[in-house]
């Protein structure tokens, strides 16, 4: 059955999407419930919607029981940036050296236990266009407690999480217990078998599936059907690797099953037999990097590496006239095209699209023009034309 969702609802669901605060995700899925029609096509997403919503208005209410119980502010540190990275550790782990380390931020560093233990310290990593919100969460306790449940709680939040390691000790022995302690509160850490991208196009007319691996629990036309029921009838779904169903109805509804994750090794100016360690242990599981006051890691490198493991990329506007583009990059989801950057920067470029010139060096020529489901890579430059 057609559904008739308009262009405009579409956009308020993407904003939901990019929101970064329970409250501004529960506005967003409010505005679009008002513009989607009500009819049978239109009944499983109007479930999930008030499902949603209701789990929002039930997070806003916890947080602020906590808020008013402490009588200060709760555990929810909002995002800032391209993406958000909570550092995870045992106490002297070197939590605070690596928020010191990689940004602008001077915690208080000191060998003495539970120097953390308030208001989490954030830092922003500056590089190219972009910057990564990091946080220091609160010391894990093996025992469990109040303050484990706070960092926990931070990381569940997060875009990624980065465990941190004294390479002095016994790393190995940490990243495995901080894992086990992680996992056993629900959030899985690691990367997905597959990949799931689903994407909005007005050069097509019904759901179109593109498929590079496997669906284990089902076929194309389970997809199909799958995506229609939530009214989505003008999308290309792009399938790599081994999925399954829920998995595209996750990257649907914006739901991550995985948190992405690398290490940080500290105190590798004293030794390096630690990170050899966790290399040979983890280095296929997740990202290591050693941590050094003396040597810092690029900066560049590491912001790359964080927004390839949460799925972005940056693209850098140029408006019509300019020469230069801009300094700030826009940051949008890995695999989004054109259309997915006229309609982030404004609905009006949306809607009035006529044509992009993209200038990348991975084209055979500079500036090429292309459509509006042309798709962008990370440092593409982008001249959009209405």
Known sequence: MPTNIPPEAWAKF????????????????????????????????????????????????????????????????????????????????????????LTNARPEISPAPFTTVGRPEEGMMEFKGAQVHFVEAPPVLREGGHLTRLALGLAGNADAIGFVVDGSGDPVGDLRDLLTIVESAGIKVGRPEGRVRIVR??????????????????????????????????????????????????????????????????????????????????????????????????????????????????????????????ERALILERGSTVADAARAIHEHLYRRFRYAKVWSSRLPYSPMRVGADFELEDGDVIEIHA
């Open 201 to 326: 196009s007005r050069g097509v007319d019904s759901v179109i599936v593109r498929r590079r691996g496997v669906i284990v629990d089902g076929t194309e036309a389970d997809v199909r059907r799958l995506l229609e029921s939530y009214g989505m009838d003008r999308v290309i779904v792009e399938i790599d690797g081994r999925v399954r169903l829920s998995d595209v109805e996750e990257a649907l509804l914006g739901e991550k099953r995985y948190k992405p994750a690398l290490v940080f090794v500290t105190r590798c100016d004293l030794t390096t037999e630690g990170l050899e360690r966790v290399r040979e242990e983890f280095g296929r599981v997740m990202p290591v990097v050693p941590i050094s006051a003396r040597e810092p890691p690029d900066r560049e490198e590491l912001g790359e590496l964080v927004l390839r493991l949460t799925g972005v990329m940056r693209i850098f506007t140029k408006p019509v006239g300019r020469k230069e583009p801009s």
């Open 14 to 101: 993407e904003e939901y999407r990019r929101a970064k605060t329970p409250e501004e995700k529960l506005r967003k899925l409010q505005e679009f419930m008002a513009l989607m029609p009500k009819h049978k096509g239109t009944e499983k997403m109007e479930k999930f919607l008030r499902r949603k919503m209701a789990e929002l208005r039930e997070e806003i209410e916890r947080r602020r029981a906590r808020k008013a119980r402490r009588g200060g502010p709760g555990i929810f540190v909002e995002k800032k940036g391209a993406a958000q990275v909570v550092l995870l550790g045992f106490t002297n782990s070197g939590r605070s050296t690596v928020l010191s380390v």
